[in-house]
């Protein structure tokens, strides 16, 4: 028996036009090109007035200069100013390496149109000089996290601390922690009474924890920070005390307190 003969219909096919999800896709792709466009170019998210808080030995027109040079940039002709697309950290990390002196620096949006760039400046604690003559060195303001930051020629005010090491402004020189026990063994000495009172003008660190300290009188102090230095200072303390007439303290070449119970006295020939 034979079959019956089945037609199949032939479905009219809808143009793409017709379809929504077409649609869809080319209303998406316009609203990304409008916010595109919007976000590159439209003056409402261009960076139009920049704000310097917290410089104070930096001059703010010099951090001005540098952001705003970095502002006109341009990358493959798509220009950096908008406040959406700059790139802070980029910018943050030139700032520090341009200005030494920047402890700490952050950039803000402030929208619509204003970035605000906050620093926070290095505060000097000491003088670093490479051999320890004031007179004939090249001397520089460290912090307290033992980073070089800036050229001085007055070193009076501060401790002068020396060492062997190359420097890099802006880059540690010194440990934070063996500054704070040497300002620290200095202050103890300072706040004494008027007989023991020294004045502690520079430490000389030598290697494995040697450390001479030279005091205005111009007699030194033999110290190793392997040892306790708590203990030193009492040595030294009473030192001064029982065995120094004050008539003769100008007579000091040197007072070693780096030997277990024992200080050693050396007057100049």
């Known amino acids: 028996m034979r079959k019956p003969l089945r037609f199949r219909t032939k479905k009219k096919r809808v143009s793409f036009l017709r379809r929504r999800f077409f649609w869809y896709v ?4 316009s609203f990304s090109a ?53 790139n802070t950290k980029s910018l943050e990390e030139k700032l520090s390496f341009l200005f030494p002196s920047i402890r700490s620096v952050s950039l803000k949006r402030s929208f619509p149109e204003t970035l605000v760039v906050t620093v926070e400046e290095r505060e000097q604690i000491g003088t670093w000089c ?23 020629s007055n070193v009076s005010d501060y401790v002068v601390f020396s060492s062997q090491g190359e420097l890099t402004l802006g880059t540690q020189l010194l440990d934070p922690s063996l500054l704070l026990t040497l300002l620290n063994f200095r202050e103890g000495f300072l706040e004494s ?33 392997k040892e306790n230095m708590e203990w ?23 007072i070693d307190i780096r030997f277990g119970d024992q200080a050693y006295i050396k007057y100049s020939d």
């Open 26 to 29: 080319v209303g998406a792709a």
């Open 34 to 86: 409008l916010l595109f466009y919007i976000i590159l170019f439209s003056s409402f998210l261009k960076v139009q007035s920049v704000e310097i808080q917290g410089a104070r030995e930096i001059a703010p027109e010099h951090i001005l200069s540098t952001v705003q040079d970095n502002l006109w940039q341009s990358f493959f002709s798509i220009p950096q100013n908008s406040i959406l697309l700059l």
């Open 232 to 254: 030193q200072q009492t040595k030294l303390q009473t030192v001064i005390e029982q065995k120094i007439p004050l008539e003769r303290r100008g007579d000091l070449e040197y």
């Open 130 to 152: 490479p051999s320890g003559d004031i007179d004939e060195d090249i001397c520089f303001a460290i912090d307290k996290e033992g980073v070089p930051f800036k050229e001085v």
């Open 193 to 225: 009474g008027k007989f023991f009172q020294l004045f502690i003008a520079a430490f000389l660190l030598g290697e494995n924890g040697e450390v001479q300290g030279a005091t205005k009188e111009g007699w030194r102090i033999l110290l190793d920070l």
